[in-house]
């Protein structure tokens, strides 16, 4: 396997936001469908879903920058290959709920590139203090998205089943993403950082819902 010189990795990051940010990301699995769905959905069902899709959208290009920047700072092959794996595996997300709003005749949010940013640079800081604290924050970002995730399982209309079945998928990756951080050696996070992780994202749940 090649290994790649700072620059080109740097050159990779840059491609990787430009594509993210742009809406150009390709699902390696199909998108989870129900064993049936409402072919028409009310329009208060999609204003209702589609701002929680939009959300979850954001959630996934924060994502992307998240595991990017890990990986670009991580100081172990091993764990810059899970942050890697991490993030082609979040890729589905993100074109999986593109796919959803663009069915529901809605739109990304306008300040993805705010938050690629936002969250990139968090993503540097949790890289830089070293990789058993980069894998703690992983664990508890997946932990975090888990119950908001389960938010929007109670919140999304039960007539719209193929978003329901995006979000049931989503759940359990994010699942599987902070077991095996946790199991590779992820620190716990002190609590004000946990708290402030929780702050953050309650300010971009509340906007993405409408910008």
Same mark, same amino acid.
């Given at each position: 396997? =090649? !290994? /790649?010189?700072?620059?080109?990795?740097?050159?990779?990051?840059? +491609?990787?936001?430009?594509?993210?940010?742009?809406?150009?990301? $390709?699902?390696?699995?199909?998108?989870?469908?129900?064993? #049936?769905?409402?072919?028409?959905? =009310?329009?208060? !069902?999609?204003?209702? #879903?589609?701002?929680?899709?939009?959300?979850?959208?954001?959630?996934?290009?924060?994502?992307?920058?998240?595991?990017?920047?890990? *990986?670009?700072?991580?100081?172990? @092959?091993?764990?810059?290959?899970?942050?890697?794996?991490?993030?082609?595996?979040?890729?589905?997300? &993100?074109?999986?709920?593109?796919?959803?709003?663009?069915?529901?005749?809605?739109?990304? #949010?306008? /300040?993805?590139?705010?938050?690629?940013? *936002?969250?990139?640079?968090?993503?540097?800081? =949790?890289?830089?203090?070293?990789?058993?604290?980069? /894998?703690?924050?992983? !664990?508890?970002?997946?932990?975090?998205?888990? %119950? $908001? /995730?389960?938010? $929007? &399982?109670?919140?999304?209309?039960?007539?719209? %089943?193929? #978003?329901?079945? !995006?979000?049931?998928?989503?759940?359990? +990756?994010?699942?599987?993403?902070? +077991?095996?951080?946790?199991?590779?050696?992820?620190?716990?996070? @002190?609590?004000?950082?946990?708290?402030?992780?929780? *702050?953050?994202?309650?300010?971009?749940?509340?906007?993405?819902?409408?910008?």
């Amino acid at each position: 396997m =090649a !290994v /790649l010189s700072p620059l080109d990795l740097w050159l990779a990051t840059l +491609d990787n936001a430009l594509r993210t940010v742009s809406g150009v990301a $390709h699902a390696s699995r199909p998108l989870p469908a129900p064993e #049936s769905a409402t072919s028409v959905l =009310a329009p208060e !069902v999609k204003r209702i #879903s589609g701002a929680l899709m939009r959300v979850n959208h954001v959630g996934e290009v924060c994502a992307q920058a998240l595991y990017e920047a890990q *990986g670009l700072t991580a100081r172990s @092959p091993q764990v810059r290959a899970q942050m890697q794996q991490a993030a082609r595996e979040e890729t589905d997300h &993100l074109a999986w709920t593109a796919q959803r709003l663009e069915a529901l005749g809605d739109r990304p #949010s306008l /300040l993805n590139p705010l938050w690629y940013a *936002g969250a990139f640079a968090m993503g540097l800081a =949790a890289g830089r203090a070293g990789d058993a604290w980069s /894998l703690g924050f992983l !664990v508890e970002t997946e932990r975090q998205v888990e %119950e $908001h /995730l389960a938010g $929007h &399982l109670d919140r999304l209309p039960v007539e719209d %089943e193929a #978003s329901r079945a !995006v979000v049931l998928q989503m759940k359990a +990756d994010e699942a599987t993403h902070a +077991d095996a951080a946790l199991e590779a050696g992820g620190r716990p996070l @002190p609590a004000p950082v946990r708290w402030l992780m929780r *702050g953050a994202a309650r300010v971009m749940t509340a906007t993405a819902h409408y910008i």
